[in-house]
C-alpha cells in the first residue's frame, strides 16, 4: 500500500476504535469482512482493526492463513458484536502488580482468556492467590476453556494464607533403621485447605514393575533394595507433623500441621521382602549343585521349593540349620530375615528282603529298583538281598512251565531293619503257552460273498493251554471284520489273497522266559469264486454230546450244488449213526442229488444203543448211593448227600484220579459200572470262601430242603475259617439257602426293632426259629473306652441277643445289622460313628466301624451283649487330636499320665523306679502307644511323615529321653500331630521321675468322724500317684462315693477318688481329702456290746462271755415270774429287755445288747431256786394242812 493508502487504513481503524469507547456503544469490533454476511477469514493484521489483509502464519487460535494483497478495489465490511464487560474482584487483598487487573470487554457468547500473570499480594508469601472463580463466595472455579458469557461477568481472586517450610526427605537401609539417608530437601509454600500436589519425589529404592492389577489395568512400579540381612519396599511417604507422623501424599493438606518456616522431617515408608536360599547340601536343584535364591514379598515361602535330589537318597525337608537341625520351612510362617533352607537328607535304611523258593528248584529271582538290578545271594533255597535302602523294587521269579511271578515291595520308615521280610513263592500256577493256532479252511480259501465265524473255525494248541482267547485282524481289499471282531466277511467282488493275523495276548513267554508276551499266527487266504460250504453237525433230537462223538465229517465244498456222502460215518459209544438230514429236527433226508445254492448243514441223526451201567456216588467209606445211567450218556454230577464230621464236601473224585465239582457235567458216561467219590475239606481256620461255595455246588432253591446237613456243614466251615467268617457276601447267600431250606425262621423284636435289618441271623439255626431282640440300653452297666468318654462323644446303648428255639443262644457266624442311626447321633460326623460290642461279661469292647448309608449303620456282631454307638461331630479327616498315652517297659505300663487343656502329656514316673531302668529310655527300649484320631498320623523328628493311628496304637514307637540329675529328671520330646486333611499340630511328650524336690504338694484329712483317713506320700509331687488307708471306725463303714479331693483354692469342684484302689493322681496344687463313714450292722466288731453285770435281789449271775449265756441261783421262795434284773453293760447303746424291768425268769430268756451301729449280741439267762431248808419243808407242810382243812 502507499503511504497514502496506510493513512487511510489507520483512520479507519482511529474511528473503529473510537466507536468502540463511546459511551452507550455497548458493541466491540470483530473484523473487516469482504462480504455482509461476515463469512470467511476477516481481513486483519493482528491488531484487531487492520484492514491490510492478514498477514501469512499462525493466527491466536493456531489457524494458518495465506497474505491476502489488495489486487483490487473492493469493498469491507466491519462485524459488531454485543459485548460484555470483564471485572476484577480482588476481594480486600491489597495487590502488587493491581496494574495488570483493568476492566475489559469480551463479545457475547465469547470465552474469557485468562490473566496471563497471577495477582500478586503485597503479603506475600504468607498471602498466595488460588485462583479465578465465578461467585464471591469462590465455591466455583471459572472454565476458561469452556464457560462463555452473555452479560458483564465479574472474575473473583480465591486467596488463602500460606507458610514456608523445608521438607527433609530421609529413608533407612534394609540393614540399618537407626540411621536416616539423607534423600532430598525442598522448600515450599504450604497453602491453607491446599492439597500437596504433584511435587512429592520419586521414593528411593531400584524402581520394578509389581503384579498386574485388575481393578485399574494397570501395572505398578515398586521401589525395593535388597541388603544383606533382608530387602525393603518402599512404600509411601510420611512427614512428621506437630504432634505425630503422617502419611504425605499428592492429597495431604499440611497448612495446620506444620510450622512456618521450619524443617519438616519427611521419611520413606517402606514393608520387609526377603530373600530365600535353597543349599541342596551335595544334592542338585534342578540339575545345579548351586544354591537357588527367591525373593518374596509376602515373606513366606510361596510355593513349594523344587525337590533336590541326591542319587537314591530320601529328602526330608528343608531345615534353617544343616543336617536336619533348626527350624522346619514352613510355608504358613512370615520370615523377618533373608532366610538360608538346607536340604536334610535321610539317613538311608539297611532292610533284608528274602524270596523262598525252596519250593521250586530252579526258579530264578530278579530284583531291580527302578533300572537297577540288585545283588543277592542264594543259600538253603532262598534268596536274599541284604542292605536295602528305601524305595520301591519290582521282583519277577521265573521258571519253565509256569507263570511268571511279579510284584513290588516297598520299603518305608516303618520297615523293620532287625526283621527280614519273606516272600513265600507257593501254589505257582503253571503256565501252558500256546503253541499253534489251526483254522478250519478247507485249502486256505475263501469265497467271494461269503462270511466266515472265525470263532467257530480256530483252535488252539495245546488244548490246556493257559490263555486262549484270540483277537483277529485283516489287511487286504474287500475283506472285513465285523463288529464282534470274529465275522470276517468277503465282499461278492474281491480278488486275490488277504493276510488274517490271530493274536493271543500273554499267549507266550518271551525268549528269555521272564515275562508273558503276545501269541501271533498269519494266515494267508486265497479268494476264489463262492462254492457252497457243507458242514456236519449233530441234529437236535436225541444223541451223543458232540464232545464224544469221533469221525465227525470235515467241511466240504459242493461242485456244481453237489455233494458225495462222507467216507467215513460218525461214532459215539452207545449210539448208532442213521442217516444226514437238511435240517436239525429231521424233517427231510438229504439224497446225493440234493443242489445246495448257499453253505448249508446236514445234521446227524443217531438212535441210541441202549447199554445199562451201574452210578455209585460214594461218601469214601462206607456211605454210597447207587443210580442206573445209559453208556455214553451225559451226566450232570449231583450235589454232595453226604456228610463226614469235621469235614465239607469239595468235589467228587474221578476213576482217573481227578476231580470235579457238583453241577459239572460229565460229557460221556463210560461203557461199564463206575463210582464217583466224595473228596473232603476238613473244617479248620484255613477254610476258604471257595471252599464253602464249593461244598454247596448243585444245591439249589429248589433242592435245598433235601440238602440241610449239608448246608449246617457250611455253616460250620464258615463260621471256623478266618477269612470267610468276616465274608459278608458269603453269610449273605448262605443265608437264602438256609431260608430256602426253611430253618429258621428269623424275627426281629424289641423296643429299637423297628427299621432294623439283618442277615445271617438264620444261620445260628439247625432248624429252630431264630430272634433278635434289640432294646434300648438307658442305664448301661458297661463302660465306654476312655477315648470316648470326652464330652464331644455322645453314645447310645442298644442291648442285643439272640435266642434260638427259645434259648438264649451266641451267634454261631457273625450277623451283620443294619439299623437307623439313633436320633442322638444325627448330627454327628458319619465317618465318627463308631460300634462298640460288648460281649456277655467282657469290660473290653470289639471296636468296629460301620458302613454309613441312607441314614443307616451296617455292622457285625457275633456275641449277645450290649452296644454303644458312639459318633462326634468333628470329621475324622481334620482331627489331629491325641487322646491318649501309654508307655510300657518290658510289656508292663509305667508311671501316670496326664494331659493338659492343649494337648501336651506329662509321664510321671515313681521315685522308687530303679536307675537301671531309667537310663533304658535313652535306648529306646521303652514303648510309647497314642491313641491318636482315626485318619491322623503323628511325626517324630526322626520321622516326618509320620505313624498312623494303629501304628501307633499296637506297635508303638521306641522315643528317647534323657533323664538324669543335671535336667531334674526330667525331659521332653514335640511330635507333630498330622490330620488326613493335611492339617497340623504339635504337642509335646514330658517323662519326669519324681524326686524328693518335686514334693511341693500338701495333703490335709478333712476332719472326719467314723474313721480316718491317711496318704502316701505326703506331701506329693504333681502327677505322682497316692495311695489312700481308709480305717472305719469299730462298726463303721465308708458311705460309697464320699471319698474326693479339692484344690485348697477358691471355687475348686471336688474330685471322686477311686474306692477300690483307694489311689489319686495328685493335681499341682495343696488339697483336702474328704470322707463320710456310717454305721454297718454286719461289720465285725473289735470290741463288740456286752453284759458285764447281771443282779437280781442282790445276787450276781455267772457270765459265760464265750457262750453268751448268763446263770442265776436266788434264795429258795423267790418268785421267778417277777423279778427285775439290774444290768451292767459295755460298748453297748441298749439292752432289750431292759435294766430293771420286770420279767419272767420261771424259762431261759434272751437278752439281746445292742452296739452303737445297730448290730447285738444275744445273752440267755437261766435262772434257778435253792432247794429249802428241813425247817422250811415242815413249814410249807403246815401250811398246806391248814391251807386244805381251813376247819
Known sequence: MTEAQKK??????????????????????????????????????????????????????????????????????????????????MGSENLSNAASFTDYYVAVNEKLTAPSVEPQSTGYPNRVFLGWYEDAECTKVWDF????????????????????????????????????????????????????????????????????????????????????????????????????????????????????????????????????????????????????????DTRKVESNPTTPVKGTTRFLGWYTQPDGKGEKLDRTKEYSLNTTFYAAWEKEKECTLIFDISNYPGATVVLKKGDEVCSGTTADGKVIYTKLPRGTYQYSITLTGYKPLTGTYEITDATSEEESYTI???????????????????????????????????TVAPENASYKNITW?????????????????????????????????????????????????????????????????????????????????????????????????????????????LDAAYNTAWTADHVFTQDSELFAKWKKEAVPITVTFSDGGSQTKTETHNAGESLVLPPNMFTKAGYIFAAWELPDETTMYAGTTIKALPSTDVTYKATWKEINAAITADDVRHSLDAITAENVKDHKAQLIAARDALAAGTATKTDAELIGSLSELFKSADLGPVSITGNTSQGVTETGAILSSDGAAVVLNVNKLTTPNKTLPEAYQTEEYKAVWYTVAMSVGGATTEPKVPVILTAPIPADLSTMAADTIRVLLYKSAA???????????????????????????????????????????????????????????????????????????????????????????????????ESKDGFDATYWAETGVALTYSLTKANDYSDSRTLTAIAKNGTKREFTVTVKKITDADRTYKIAVANINGGTVTATPSPAAAGEEVKLTVTPNDGKKLVAGSLSYCLQS???????????????????????????????????????????????????????????????????????????PTIVTANASKVEPSSAQRVDLSTPKAYRVYASNGAYVTYTVTAYTEEPSPTQSLWEKLQNQINSNPN
Not at 498477514?55 to 478495489?73: C, V
Not at 493438606?253 to 530365600?276: G, W
Not at 493276510?499 to 499266527?521: C, F, P, S, V
Not at 531302668?917 to 510309647?928: N, P, Q, R, V
Request: aromatic content about 10%.
Open 843 to 941: 469290660t473290653e469292647p470289639v471296636l468296629m466301624t460301620p458302613t454309613v448309608a441312607d441314614g443307616k449303620l451296617t455292622f457285625a456282631f457275633d456275641g449277645n451283649g450290649q452296644i454303644a454307638f458312639v459318633g462326634k461331630a468333628i470329621s475324622d479327616t481334620a482331627d489331629t487330636r491325641v487322646t491318649g498315652l501309654t508307655m510300657e517297659y518290658n510289656g508292663t505300663k509305667m508311671g501316670n499320665v496326664t494331659q493338659d487343656k492343649d494337648g501336651n502329656f506329662t509321664v510321671v514316673l515313681p521315685a522308687s523306679l530303679n536307675q537301671s531302668a531309667i537310663d533304658l529310655l535313652a535306648s529306646g527300649k521303652w514303648k510309647t502307644y497314642l491313641t491318636v484320631a482315626p485318619q491322623a498320623k503323628v511325626a517324630t523328628a
Open 424 to 458: 513265600e513263592v507257593k501254589d505257582w500256577p503253571v503256565f501252558v503257552p500256546v503253541t499253534g493256532i489251526a483254522l478250519n479252511i478247507p485249502d486256505s480259501q475263501i469265497m467271494q460273498g461269503k462270511s466266515y465265524d472265525l470263532s467257530k473255525l480256530a
Open 1050 to 1124: 477358691a471355687g475348686a469342684k471336688s474330685v471322686p477318688i477311686d474306692e477300690s484302689s483307694l489311689t489319686f493322681i495328685m493335681p499341682a496344687g495343696d488339697i483336702n481329702i474328704n470322707a463320710q463313714f456310717e454305721d454297718d450292722a454286719s461289720a465285725p466288731l473289735k470290741n463288740p456290746p456286752q453284759i458285764t453285770a447281771f443282779v437280781v435281789n442282790g445276787v450276781s449271775a455267772v457270765i459265760n462271755s464265750d457262750t453268751k449265756a448268763i446263770t442265776i441261783i436266788l434264795p429258795y421262795g423267790t418268785d421267778l415270774k417277777h423279778v427285775a
Open 473 to 581: 485282524s485283516v489287511s487286504g481289499d474287500g475283506v472285513t471284520l465285523g463288529k464282534d471282531g470274529k465275522t470276517l466277511t468277503v465282499s461278492a467282488d474281491a480278488t486275490g489273497s488277504v493276510t488274517l493275523t490271530a493274536t493271543i495276548t500273554d499267549g507266550k513267554l518271551n525268549d528269555a522266559g521272564t515275562a508273558l508276551e503276545n501269541y501271533t499266527k498269519p494266515f494267508t487266504l486265497t479268494i476264489v469264486t463262492f462254492r457252497p460250504t457243507i458242514t456236519f453237525k449233530n441234529g437236535s433230537g436225541e444223541g451223543p454230546s458232540i464232545d464224544v462223538i469221533q469221525n465227525m465229517p470235515a467241511p466240504v465244498l459242493a461242485v456244481n450244488g453237489k455233494i458225495t456222502a462222507p467216507a467215513t460215518k460218525p461214532t459215539a459209544d452207545g449210539w448208532e449213526f442213521e442217516a444226514w438230514y
Open 8 to 89: 487511510q487504513v489507520a483512520d479507519v481503524n482511529t474511528w473503529v476504535q473510537q466507536q468502540e469507547n463511546t459511551d452507550g456503544f455497548g458493541r466491540i469490533f470483530r473484523g473487516w469482512y469482504a462480504n455482509s454476511s461476515f463469512t470467511g477469514d476477516p481481513f486483519r493484521d493482528g491488531t484487531g482493526y487492520s484492514i491490510s489483509g492478514t498477514p501469512t502464519g499462525l493466527d491466536e487460535n493456531s489457524a494458518w492463513h495465506a497474505n491476502t494483497p489488495f489486487n483490487n478495489s473492493m469493498t469491507l465490511y466491519a462485524k459488531w458484536e454485543d459485548r460484555c464487560k470483564v471485572t476484577f474482584n
Open 145 to 296: 476453556a469452556n464457560k462463555t458469557v452473555t452479560t458483564d461477568v465479574t472474575l473473583y481472586a480465591k486467596w488463602a494464607n500460606a507458610k514456608t517450610v523445608t521438607l527433609k526427605f530421609v529413608y533407612y537401609a534394609p540393614d540399618d533403621d537407626a540411621t536416616p539417608i539423607d534423600y532430598r530437601t525442598m522448600t515450599v509454600p504450604v497453602i491453607e485447605g491446599r492439597e500437596f500436589g504433584d511435587g512429592l519425589p520419586v521414593l528411593p529404592g531400584t524402581p520394578t514393575e509389581g503384579l498386574f492389577d485388575p481393578d485399574t489395568l494397570t501395572t505398578p512400579i515398586i521401589y525395593r533394595t535388597m541388603g544383606k540381612t533382608r530387602g525393603l519396599i518402599y512404600t509411601s511417604w510420611s512427614y512428621y507433623g506437630k504432634y505425630d507422623w503422617a502419611p504425605l501424599t499428592s492429597k495431604t493438606v499440611l497448612y495446620n500441621e506444620v510450622v512456618a518456616n521450619s524443617e519438616v522431617k519427611v521419611r520413606a515408608n517402606s514393608v520387609v521382602y526377603v530373600q530365600f536360599t535353597f543349599d541342596p547340601q551335595g544334592g542338585t536343584l534342578n540339575g545345579s549343585t548351586e544354591s537357588a535364591v527367591v525373593t518374596s
